[in-house]
């Protein structure tokens, strides 16, 4: 079958689950897109830009699109031209952390309400996410001075789903290189942004510092805006450590870092599935995330009480052991490599297509005229 997928918000995550869909697929899937930028106007005006880019909608079994298009506006362009149509939500509005001094515009939590209740199948990237929403939701509406409608959450509710998005490795473990006698690598590979809260971060590796503890920095990760001023007070600070500083454009030479890494650190406030902490731990880092947030779903259980940390203290006291003996965990490391093969796209794309092709079955406007 053929599918279109609408993609305004070409990067980060959402570029790796468009790609990795399009690359894996048993069906053609045609990929429009726009680069990850302004995700507010991509949000309230892409529709209006790309249902003249796309063309003709009556050669699709389906359409695809993800949570930073209104796809109310859309299919209204469109008309009974519009296949039937899937929105895959990395993210929302309505429980997304506010940046400091920021206030919450609600135009975006209503796109994403008439986005889902457009759409004929929703899928949330983790339970996790899921469950936050239709929990924020019913307050959402009530903000509402009167006449709130209520109704909405059952509608968007019984047409929702859970899907892990896939990753891309191998499901079978790869070989890391050999043991080096340089200090233990600590691999940051997260977006540059306040909601993954860096300052907690540089904070922890300060107190390993002080307590005498030697370490290597990667800071990896993608930047939108202008570097925040966390990473650039310690890349002065850190200076000695920092063995590499920036986005890594090429693939192999990102999976070339986490091999060597021998901790991957997450300090998030906002993280709905976490596919930054599955690639790491896939290659062999292990990982110190907080006990909240998706971490909880996407780690095995048997490692919650060694790898979730509750509180920066916490995080302080795991950090320092991981980085006084590395190689005590070797058994875990190479356990939870393994276990990170659930989410590689070899193993999920077959739940992929078969969402599309019962997307595909249902009933549309134009096939009923």
């Given at each position: 079958m053929r599918f279109l997928f609408i993609e305004p918000f070409f990067g980060g995550s959402h570029k790796e689950f468009a790609e990795g869909l399009v690359a894996h697929s048993g069906h053609r899937i045609d990929l429009v897109t726009l680069p990850a930028r302004f995700w507010k106007w991509r949000m309230r005006g892409a529709a209006l830009f790309l249902i003249q880019k796309v063309g003709p909608l009556d050669g699709y079994d389906g359409l695809i699109t993800t949570d930073l298009m209104s796809l109310s506006d859309f299919k209204m362009l469109s008309g009974p031209a519009c296949p039937p149509t899937l929105v895959?939500?990395?993210?929302?509005?309505?429980?997304?952390?506010?940046?400091?001094?920021?206030?919450?515009?609600?135009?975006?939590?209503?796109?994403?309400?008439?986005?889902?209740?457009?759409?004929?199948?929703?899928?949330?990237?983790?339970?996790?996410?899921?469950?936050?929403?239709?929990?924020?939701?019913?307050?959402?509406?009530?903000?509402?001075?009167?006449?709130?409608?209520?109704?909405?959450?059952?509608?968007?509710?019984?047409?929702?789903?859970?899907?892990?998005?896939?990753?891309?490795?191998?499901?079978?473990?790869?070989?890391?290189?050999?043991?080096?006698?340089?200090?233990?690598?600590?691999?940051?590979?997260?977006?540059?942004?306040?909601?993954?809260?860096?300052?907690?971060?540089?904070?922890?590796l300060d107190a390993a510092n002080q307590n005498g503890i030697d370490f290597r920095l990667a800071l990896l990760g993608e930047n939108f805006q202008a570097v925040p001023k966390p990473f650039l007070a310690a890349k002065k600070r850190l200076a000695s450590k920092i063995v590499c500083y920036g986005y890594e454009p090429s693939r192999q030479r990102y999976l070339d870092w986490l091999r060597q890494g021998a901790v991957m650190v997450s300090t998030a406030e906002q993280e709905n599935f976490g596919i930054a902490a599955v690639?790491?731990?896939?290659?062999?880092?292990?990982?110190?995330?907080?006990?909240?947030?998706?971490?909880?779903?996407?780690?095995?259980?048997?490692?919650h009480r060694d790898?979730?940390?509750?509180?920066?203290?916490?995080?302080?006291?795991?950090?320092?052991?991981?980085?006084?003996?590395?190689?005590?965990?070797?058994?875990?490391?190479?356990?939870?490599?393994?276990?990170?093969?659930?989410?590689?796209?070899?193993?999920?794309?077959?739940?992929?297509?078969?969402?599309?092709?019962?997307?595909?079955?249902?009933?549309?406007a134009l096939k009923n005229r």
């Open positions: 895959y939500f990395h993210e929302n509005q309505l429980t997304y952390p506010l940046s400091p001094g920021e206030q919450r515009d609600v135009q975006f939590g209503f796109t994403d309400i008439t986005t889902a209740l457009a759409a004929d199948r929703i899928l949330f990237n983790s339970q996790t996410h899921f469950d936050a929403f239709f929990a924020a939701l019913p307050g959402f509406l009530r903000m509402m001075p009167e006449y709130h409608p209520l109704w909405v959450v059952s509608a968007i509710e019984k047409k929702a789903g859970v899907l892990h998005p896939g990753c891309r490795f191998s499901p079978d473990p790869l070989e890391r290189p050999a043991h080096s006698n340089q200090p233990p690598l600590v691999i940051w590979n997260h977006r540059w942004e306040y909601d993954k809260n860096p300052q907690a971060f540089f904070a922890a690639e790491a731990m896939r290659f062999g880092c292990l990982p110190l995330l907080p006990n909240r947030l998706s971490y909880p779903e996407i780690l095995p259980s048997a490692f790898f979730l940390y509750d509180g920066q203290d916490d995080l302080v006291e795991k950090l320092c052991a991981l980085l006084t003996d590395p190689s005590a965990r070797e058994k875990s490391r190479q356990t939870l490599a393994r276990a990170m093969g659930k989410f590689s796209w070899p193993a999920l794309i077959d739940a992929y297509d078969r969402e599309l092709a019962a997307l595909a079955g249902m009933p549309t």
